[in-house]
């Protein structure tokens, strides 16, 4: 009896080890953060090693900065992880240029890829023609508020330039902030506000066309854009209080300022929307969100700005190149597992842009948040969208639109100028071909 | 054979792998950025050579000159603030007997702490919600309410503060080595004179421990050109480039902008500057000086 039930032991320990053994590893270097890694771990790589027999999941999760540099190094050594995973199309352009990443053109052709996503996400992956990447997440700007508070005070969340000045007015009468937000431990924060300046009071297409070079910077429309954003950030303090107090102050700060009152509204990427619920959601407020106001007659319609957080692709080095296509595909193909772990980050995160119908929201994520995905696929499917910085900016003019924005605020150079070395970036990455994929406009 | 069991050989058996380590990991990248200042790479794919036009670019560099001026605002600053100090303080100490050592470990302890910790205590201490600034909102010095990381006015000098914060406490013990080197019957003659206290430190212990203070005046100067981590840490160059550093402002051009050409030439004029430091103060040892 006891040499029949080890036998039996030994066949099932040996048949997994087997079974192991034969799975081949890819590798995935992934942005590291402590809430999300364990429902990645649990949701992406394991369930996709249960899925199948052939390949092994292994996500390596490291802080990001550390990880771009590192992974950077290891692909010019002709390694690094199979899976590639980069902060946006301005690192996979570095990349493709390269000649480091893989083509996935037949791929997409043989999976269906492209009639699974979202065009213009689905554009942004593409350079010289094929598909080099796909977005990890999507996301856009938008505007929080205290709704009990607005309530409380009969304010009307602003719609336009002159409510948004005029509500701006009472809340700091009231001895609040205008917006919670702040740079500290991410200096590139200043470019969600320029965006936001840019596409709502220039208008998306004044930015399209100075994105295909059909308009300069330079253009009136962009001086007055900045000259706004500049009038509220340094004389009217409209984010934390002050140009000071906005650099002082860091996620963690600017999400306890929204929630405990110190600011009635906040001005912020969709990536937020988990920390949102967590903060603000907690407490006795009720919180909203609407599209950015429009700030001029030139951009009359609310739209949402188009972006790209994550991209994935596959290393043309890789060790496991047939074990990444796998990975991406299982991603492509279940659409409900994608949805499930992006639920649990209230759609902040792994937000792949996968086409969706109003039933596959799912009903147990944020009521606002559930608003918003309606909002957004029926707002951007009109053609309402406009373009953040981080996605549709080369790498030189996208780190100057928001390092040097810090000079103009200072008053150390005039908007004018500032535009006039930025349109001069631009037509150095349009001579290099370092300029990226922008979708058409209809 | 017999060359090599030669005991003038046995020195160079343990350089050797020391030396092997620095090829590797200083020479052969120094040369390649000595090499690369001359190309237009990305830090990947192809690499172009363009001459001097890195060059030509860097002196036209508005930031790259502010940085420059900053790196000689931040070596003025250390060769005089936390050097004064501890030299006041080092001397102060010769006279203490008892709990000489508290003293000592105290000075010292800031240099032992990473600089993410020195820089996260500054912070959060004039951080404007959590730290000082509060308190001074709360009773009405608002002046003081704002963090000096983020004024442009004071972000350099409160960042070299925090730095020079940690340092200091370096100084003193290197000093108080130099003066405890000193011959105590100086001083007994000194007393016997009637010199006062500023004078036996200006007229004894100052020349005595000059190598000591020479070579940490060679240090600061050094040190002062790659400074990097407390800027980094706590403002980031900013704001509008008012704590630009050079060596922040390359890692930038680096890891930010991807420019590793222009990167490699601030590097190389970094280089340059360091050599020439290092070479007037072999010329001054050559003259005679006692360093």
């Known amino acids: ?442 | 054979m017999k060359i090599f069991s030669n005991k003038n050989f046995v020195a160079w058996y343990f350089v050797l792998p020391v030396a092997f380590i620095h090829l590797f990991v200083i020479g052969i990248p120094s040369l390649a950025s000595l090499a690369l200042c001359l190309t237009d790479w990305r830090g990947l794919g192809e690499i172009n050579y363009i001459g001097f036009e890195n060059f030509i670019e860097l002196f036209d560099d508005r930031y790259l000159k502010k940085a420059i001026i900053n790196n000689v605002i931040w070596t003025i600053a250390f060769l005089t603030v936390p050097v004064g100090i501890a030299l006041t303080c080092a001397y102060l100490l010769t006279g203490i007997k008892r709990g000489q050592m508290f003293f000592r470990l105290a000075f010292f302890f800031p240099y032992m702490l990473a600089s993410v910790i020195n820089c996260q205590i500054w912070k959060y201490l004039f951080h404007p919600i959590h730290g000082l600034g509060g308190f001074f909102e709360r009773i009405g010095w608002d002046f003081l309410a704002v963090s000096p990381f983020t004024m442009k006015s004071t972000s350099l000098f409160a960042v070299a503060f925090v730095d020079g914060w940690h340092f200091w406490g370096f100084l003193v013990v290197i000093y108080l080595t130099g003066m405890y080197q000193v011959d105590n019957h100086l001083y007994e003659a000194a007393d016997i004179e009637g010199a006062t206290k500023f004078q036996k430190f200006r007229y004894i212990t100052l020349p005595m421990i000059r190598p000591v203070f020479v070579f940490s005046i060679m240090i600061i100067i050094i040190w002062s050109v790659p400074v990097f981590d407390y800027v980094y840490i706590l403002t980031g160059g900013g704001p509008a480039y008012s704590s630009e550093v050079i060596a922040n402002y390359m890692y930038s051009q680096a890891f930010e902008r991807f420019d590793v050409g222009y990167s490699s030439a601030i590097g190389t004029l970094m280089f340059f500057y360091v050599m020439i430091i290092v070479a007037l103060f072999g010329l001054f040892r050559k003259a005679g000086w006692d360093i």
């Open chain 1, 1 to 442: 009896m006891i040499r029949t039930i080890i036998s039996f032991a030994s066949v099932i320990i040996l048949s997994t080890s087997f079974s192991a053994l034969a799975k081949t590893k890819v590798t995935w270097s992934m942005e590291s953060n402590a809430d999300r890694d364990p429902i990645m771990i649990e949701k992406l790589q394991n369930a996709y090693n249960n899925s199948q027999d052939n390949h092994e999941l292994v996500i390596e999760f490291e802080d990001n900065e550390t990880r771009l540099t590192s992974m950077r190094t290891a692909m010019i050594g002709g390694m690094g992880p199979d899976i590639v995973e980069t902060p946006g199309p301005s690192y996979v352009k570095e990349y493709h240029a390269a000649g480091m990443l893989e083509n996935l053109d037949s791929y997409a052709a043989e999976f269906g890829w492209k009639d699974k996503m979202i065009p213009w996400a689905y554009s942004s992956g593409v350079f010289e023609g094929s598909l080099y990447a796909i977005p990890k997440t999507h996301e856009s700007m938008v505007m929080l508020y205290n709704k009990t508070l607005f309530e409380e005070n009969n304010w009307k969340v602003p719609t336009t330039l002159e409510e948004l000045e005029d509500v701006a007015g009472k809340i700091k009468a009231k001895g609040m902030n205008v917006f919670s937000y702040g740079s500290d431990g991410w200096q590139p924060t200043h470019e969600h506000l320029v965006g936001i300046y840019l596409n709502n009071y220039a208008g998306p297409q004044a930015v399209y066309e100075a994105i295909i070079g059909e308009r300069e910077w330079t253009d009136p429309v962009f001086v007055e854009a900045l000259e706004l954003l500049k009038k509220h950030m340094v004389d009217e303090g409209y984010w934390s209080g002050s140009l000071e107090n906005y650099y002082a102050i860091g996620w963690d700060d600017f999400h306890a300022q929204f929630a405990n009152r110190g600011a009635a509204m906040m001005t912020i990427g969709t990536w937020t929307f988990q920390a949102t619920q967590l903060g603000i959601g907690a407490s006795d407020d009720e919180w909203g969100w609407a599209p950015l106001p429009s700030l001029s007659s030139q951009s009359p319609d609310p739209n949402f700005m188009i972006a790209i957080g994550t991209t994935m692709s596959v290393n043309a080095n890789g060790k496991n190149k047939d074990g990444a296509i796998d990975v991406l595909n299982w991603i492509m193909s279940n659409k409900d597992k994608v949805l499930d772990i992006a639920k649990d980050f209230q759609f902040g995160e792994m937000v792949v842009p996968l086409t969706l119908s109003s039933s596959d929201i799912p009903t147990d994520i944020a009521p606002q948040v559930q608003d918003y995905l309606s909002e957004y696929a029926r707002i951007t499917g009109e053609g309402n969208y406009g373009y953040c910085t981080w996605t549709f900016w080369p790498a030189d003019p996208g780190v100057h639109i928001w390092k040097d924005m810090e000079v103009v605020w200072a008053g150390d150079i005039s908007v004018e100028d500032f535009l006039y070395d930025h349109q001069k970036m631009w037509d150095k990455a349009r001579k290099n071909g370092d300029t990226l994929p922008v979708p058409l406009r209809n």
